[in-house]
């Protein structure tokens, strides 16, 4: 790789994956949403704005934490964590959040919408629309609504409504189409935050520039901290948001390694999963093109994981690219061993991590020992555990 | 000239205006389709659009994606639709067949299955909702190549250049979708739509349908005045959703709205 890589193309390709394959009641705000966004990420004030909130409301730098009694378990690489889990709101979500509301700001819409699965990005969009006095909807399906109670309350307390989506499978692919509709109806006051790299373009690259505040923040402290560059990259891939926000800024450095791991939930052979990338193929949906969790028709199956965050049929259209010219690999990781990062984290390090972030500390697990004392691993931790403590009492059978 | 264009031309020579109802294929179940579709063409329809169901119908309203649900539930699939097409055209070699879905089923099927099969099936015309002409080349290409029209979307905010280049790469006619929103919502602004009517055919000599909201044979008449033709889809879907136990009477009151449509468009 000697040409500096630039992706995507204007109109938000990644080699074939991308685009804006949306119908056309949608090109004019995807249009008008990309030039926005395009000028303003050239503002200087729009970007001072940025920086500012970034460090006095998020709290960023996020510090990069080297796990020292974790690394010498493990008995390999020396493990470090981007501490994600202590922005405000307690995951890497709010990153783009921010950046997404002020760019609304700047184009004068008053009212933000956005779509969630665990609620971490509800709650995340809830929180700065609050902070800007914007109004806020944001779409969940039914199924969601139901397990992630403790989000749902927490969005309304912080003034949004929350719509349980009831089409489909009611889960977060359907909170998305339903996010879409409102959007083309709704269009001259609204703006729609998505919360991954995913959507028609702009979305993937937009997204994706606001989180790789990660990804520039560890590089420098991990040169300050050890001297060096990291050997490996490691972060859970739902829709790819955490993930590209590390890799990016790393792209061009090739001899750092970037693993992406996918949710394999009861086992990749058993068809209950969420790792399109691992086990799907390239097709359509939700206005780009990837790879997908679809059947021979064409249609798309239901996904699962332990990890709500994960639980999506889809991915963002940056990783199929990096994929396919074998740039990142990706892996997958079920939820039993999750469950295992979860606790190593917890007991090691004093640190609970989210269920999305436990895929990536397991890979962690596999990878380190591997390697030599000598090498570094930096670990995304993406988010923190509180919001999992129903989900993991229920499942090791203890009554909160 | 493809079926449809010779529908819309002998048409225009006795200012008929076409009426085209949009039924979801498969939807509540797989034998109710064609038997309906052969009604509809007896209560005056001039074109049908099927529906190919989708797990992910992102820009129609709640009555088709409902519609989709019943349809999938039941194991519809492209190929099966294109079965459903078929079994149509053993008995009728004439009425014009547009199916409208999304890019996934035809993506996983393959451009070159797909047209080939939709060809042999007897399709006239495809709408593929989500994808714009600019990622459309080849199928385009390969539709056209098998002489099917590929049919697109302009919406109330598409400017000139974009009418422009719909009028360059579709074919059969456009289809204007007459308020902001999806399938089934809200109620029509007939001066808007006169205006944008009148933008869009400064830029294209394509036959014009016009959809989205028309609900009754008085917005039918309105849109016919104005527009060459008529797409009527959610408001016949409700129908058999309205009557889940008895699929007859479904039938009866699409027959009947189609019915009252067509009067009085040619009234
Ligand atoms: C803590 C955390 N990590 C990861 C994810 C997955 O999203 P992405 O792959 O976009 O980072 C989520 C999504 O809700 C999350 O809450």
Not at chain 1, 168 to 185: C, F, H, I, P, Q
Not at chain 2, 216 to 233: E, F, L, P, R, W
Request: aromatic residues 6%; proline residues 5%; hydrophobic residues 40%.
């Amino acid at each position: 790789m000697t040409e500096k890589y630039h992706m995507p193309d204007e109109r938000g390709h990644f080699g074939p994956y991308g685009g804006m394959f949306v119908a056309e009641t949608l090109m004019l705000p995807i249009q008008e949403l990309n030039l926005a966004y395009q000028r303003f990420m050239k503002d200087p004030e729009f970007i001072a704005e940025l920086d500012e909130d970034l460090q006095h409301y998020v709290g960023r730098p996020s510090p990069l934490y080297h796990a020292q009694r974790w690394s010498r378990e493990l008995g390999g690489a020396q493990i470090y964590l981007k501490r994600e889990d202590l922005n405000h709101t307690g995951a890497h979500k709010v990153n783009n959040t921010i950046g997404q509301a002020l760019l609304a700001k700047r184009m004068g819409k008053t009212r933000i919408i956005a779509e969630t699965g665990a609620g971490q990005h509800g709650v995340a969009t809830a929180t700065v629309a609050a902070r800007l006095g914007l109004e806020c909807v944001v779409y969940m399906g039914a199924v969601d609504v139901e397990r992630q109670a403790l989000n749902v309350y927490r969005m309304k307390l912080l003034g949004a409504k929350v719509v349980a989506v009831e089409s489909g499978s009611k889960t977060l692919k359907d909170a998305l189409n339903e996010a879409l509709r409102d959007w083309v109806t709704n269009v001259d006051d609204t703006f729609y935050i998505i919360g991954t790299v995913a959507g028609p373009h702009p979305y993937p690259a937009m997204v994706r520039d606001f989180q790789t505040i990660i990804g520039r923040e560890a590089k420098h402290q991990c040169k300050v901290l050890t001297g060096r560059s990291p050997d490996a990259l490691v972060a859970c891939v739902g829709g790819g948001s955490n993930a590209i926000g590390l890799f990016h800024p790393f792209i061009d450095d090739v001899d750092v390694k970037m693993y992406g791991v996918e949710a394999a939930g009861d086992g990749i052979e058993t068809g209950r999963h969420s790792a399109p990338l691992c086990a799907g193929r390239p097709g359509v949906l939700h206005g780009n093109r990837t790879y997908l969790m679809e059947d021979d028709d064409g249609e798309i199956i239901e996904t699962h994981s332990i990890s709500a965050g994960l639980d999506y049929p889809g991915v963002g259209p940056e990783h199929a690219w990096l994929k396919d010219i074998g740039r990142a690999e990706y892996v997958n990781i079920t939820d039993d061993e999750a469950l295992q990062g979860f606790h190593a984290l917890t007991q090691m390090e004093g640190i609970i991590p989210a269920l999305e972030s436990s895929h990536a500390m397991a890979y962690t697990m596999k990878l380190a020992p591997n390697m030599d004392k000598e090498q570094i691993i930096i670990v995304n931790l993406s988010g923190r555990g509180d919001k999992d403590m129903h989900t993991m009492a229920q499942r090791e059978g203890i009554k909160i | 000239m493809s079926r449809i264009s010779t529908t819309f031309t002998s048409a225009s020579s006795t200012g008929r205006k076409l009426l085209i109802p949009f039924i979801t294929a498969g939807d509540p179940v797989p034998e109710f389709t064609i038997p309906m579709m052969h009604e509809m063409v007896t209560a005056g329809a001039d074109i049908i659009e099927l529906g190919v169901p989708f797990s992910g119908p992102m820009a129609d309203g709640p009555v088709i994606q409902r519609a989709s649900e019943r349809a999938l539930e039941q194991g519809m699939s492209l190929r099966k639709v294109l079965k459903l097409v078929s079994g149509f055209r053993e008995q009728d070699k004439n009425t014009p067949i547009v199916l409208m879905g999304y890019l996934n089923p035809v993506e996983a099927m393959g451009y070159q299955n797909f047209t080939e099969a939709a060809k042999s099936a007897g399709v006239d015309g495809v709408l593929t909702v989500d994808i714009p002409p600019e990622e459309a080349e080849e199928y385009v290409s390969l539709l056209k190549a098998r002489e099917i029209d590929p049919i697109f979307l302009l919406a109330p905010n598409s400017s000139d250049e974009r009418i422009n280049k719909m009028d360059a790469v579709g074919n059969g006619y456009l289809y204007y979708v007459s308020l902001k929103g999806v399938t089934g919502a809200g109620h029509l602004d007939l001066t808007e739509v006169e205006k944008k009517i009148q933008q869009i055919k400064k830029f294209t000599k394509l036959p014009l349908g016009v959809g989205f909201g028309v609900k009754d044979a008085q917005t039918a008449k309105s849109i016919a005045q104005i527009a060459d033709a008529v797409v009527v889809g959610s408001a016949l879907i409700s129908k058999i959703e309205n009557n889940p136990n008895n699929l007859d009477k479904a039938k009866q009151e699409i027959v009947d709205l189609l019915a009252s449509m067509r009067q009085a468009m040619d009234s």
